[in-house]
């Protein structure tokens, strides 16, 4: 079953951090570029991070220089760390194939308040 669970999320303060984690099932990862999407309340899904099978990553400007992408393909696992979070980092947070996507799982919430 074709399966993707992110976890990690939750309410942090601005200038916290957070390690978000996606839990893959299946082959969803072999051989496929991964990456870390966002939707925010009334807004697109944006993307904010990709990372290739050989780890090469890739931010959007607005989180470059705070956020990091990484993975581990022996766990089935692709990590989000997210470091001095903003307000507007605020938004449910998914994982998936950067082509091709699977069925998108529930996401993760993050919030940033004070």
């Known amino acids: 079953q074709v399966q993707l669970v992110e976890s990690g999320g939750g309410l942090v303060q601005p200038g916290g951090s957070l390690r978000l984690s996606c839990a893959a099932s299946g082959s969803i990862l072999s051989g496929n570029a991964m990456a870390w999407y966002r939707q925010a309340p009334g807004k697109q899904r944006e993307l904010v991070a990709t990372i290739t099978v050989g780890g090469i990553t890739n931010y959007a400007d607005s989180v470059k220089g705070r956020f990091s992408i990484s993975r581990d393909n022996a766990k089935n696992t692709v990590y989000l760390q997210m470091n001095s979070l903003k307000a507007e980092d605020t938004a449910v947070y998914y994982c998936?194939?950067?082509?091709?996507?699977?069925?998108w799982g529930q996401g993760t919430q993050v919030t940033v308040s004070s």
């Open positions: 998936n194939r950067f082509l091709n996507p699977v069925r």
